[in-house]
Each structure stands twice: as C-alpha cells, then as structure tokens.
C-alpha cells in the first residue's frame, strides 16, 4: 500500500511514518503539511491510501482537501486522523466520502487495520460517537452519496444547464467521457428522464434554489 500523510504538524507526520515503516507491506510515498501541498501529491504520487488530518489552520482544512483529492482521483482511499470526536465531525467526514475515521490516540495496529480495510473498499471508522447514532448517520450518507464525488459534480453541472462540452471543458475531460458519466449516473440512479436528475440535484443540496 501506497501512503500519504498529511498533517500541519512535523512530529506527527515523522511519528506516524514511524510506525508504519514496521510494516513491510506499506510504503510511504511522501508527507505533507497542508492542503495544497497534499493535493499536489496525491496527484503525483497516485497513493492508495491518504491519512488526513481534519484541522489545518492555514489554507484548506481536510475535508476541502479531502473533497478535492476524491474529485480529481479515481482510486485513492482517505482515512481521518484527528483529535475530534463530535458527532458534526464524524457526520462531515461522511458527507464528504472520507472512508476511514480514526482517533490520534489510536494504536499503531488499529491504524493498520483501518487501512486495510478501506483498501479492500470496506468503510472503518472509530469514534465514541453511540453506535445506533453513527448507523443512522451512515444510512443518510449512504442513501444521498450513491454517485462518487465526480459524477455528483457532472449532476450539479447538467442541472444548472451545461452542456456536454461545457461540463468537459470544466472538468477537463472530453465531451464523450462526460456523456458516459452521465449514462452512468441514469443507471445507478434508475432514471430515464432529465427532470428526475434536477430533482435528485435539489434534493441531495447539489444545487442552491437560491
């Protein structure tokens, strides 16, 4: 597995590395401070697994990050480490597509559990939040994030009135890709219809009325 850590703080990213180092299946591919600096790498690197800090003071916090990360890749995974255990944080995270939430107090072999199973494509999260209330948020997320980061942007685009050539240019990808995406789209959601996609759009907040 490929790794990426980021967090503001240069113990913590050196402590982390530590550890993972005495695992013989990982490599990490590089470290990063901030956001900006993580999405550059991510790009680069192409890791498997990102771990994020949620709380980075100067420029983009984690879950910009995160949603940025998830946009432009297709396969990377990213697990939250952080200090923050409210139930807006845990809830956030979800909506955000984060696969993986542990504690910074964590143990080094809860960590590696984490990563192998959101690489297996499994959802892991530790948090103190009751597990009937972390349910209940999970199926929300679930229902409204059927479509990955990407193709909610597509749906976003297509209700506001773009056209094909116009979502690609803005995404940076062809006409015809962006029109597979959208077939795509109608089949997981099981529409046929155009309208049903704007009210999808409306109803999962991909879209401000006004």
């Known amino acids: 597995m490929k790794v990426l850590i980021v967090d503001d703080h240069i113990l913590i ?12 299946d990982i490599q990490v591919v590089g470290e990063a401070r901030d956001g900006s600096e993580a999405i550059t790498l991510a790009l680069k690197e192409k890791p498997d697994i990102i771990l994020m800090d949620l709380s980075m003071p100067d420029g983009l916090d984690g879950f910009s990050t995160a949603q940025t990360i998830l946009f432009e890749t297709e396969e990377v995974k990213i697990i939250a ?9 845990v809830r956030k995270a979800l909506k955000h ?12 072999n809860e960590l ?5 199973a959101v690489y297996r494509g499994k959802r ?8 009937h209330q972390f349910k209940r948020l999970s199926e929300e997320e679930d229902a409204a994030s ?4 990407r193709e909610q942007e597509i749906v976003r685009l297509t209700s506001l009135g773009y056209t094909n050539i116009q979502i ?15 077939a795509n789209i109608m089949r997981k959601l099981g529409f046929k219809e155009k309208h049903e996609l704007v009210k999808y759009a409306i109803k999962n907040k991909l879209i401000d009325l006004f």
């Open 13 to 24: 990213r050196k402590g982390i590395r530590f550890l993972l180092e005495k695992f013989t």
């Open 81 to 89: 480490l952080t200090t923050h255990d409210e139930e807006i944080y």
């Open 97 to 108: 597509g984060i696969h993986g939430y542990l504690l910074k107090n964590s143990h080094s």
């Open 112 to 116: 590696f559990d984490a990563m192998k």
């Open 124 to 131: 892991f999260y530790r948090t103190r939040v009751p597990e």
């Open 146 to 149: 059927v479509l990955t980061v």
């Open 168 to 182: 690609g240019k803005q995404l940076g990808i062809s006409p015809k890709t962006v029109e597979n995406h959208k």
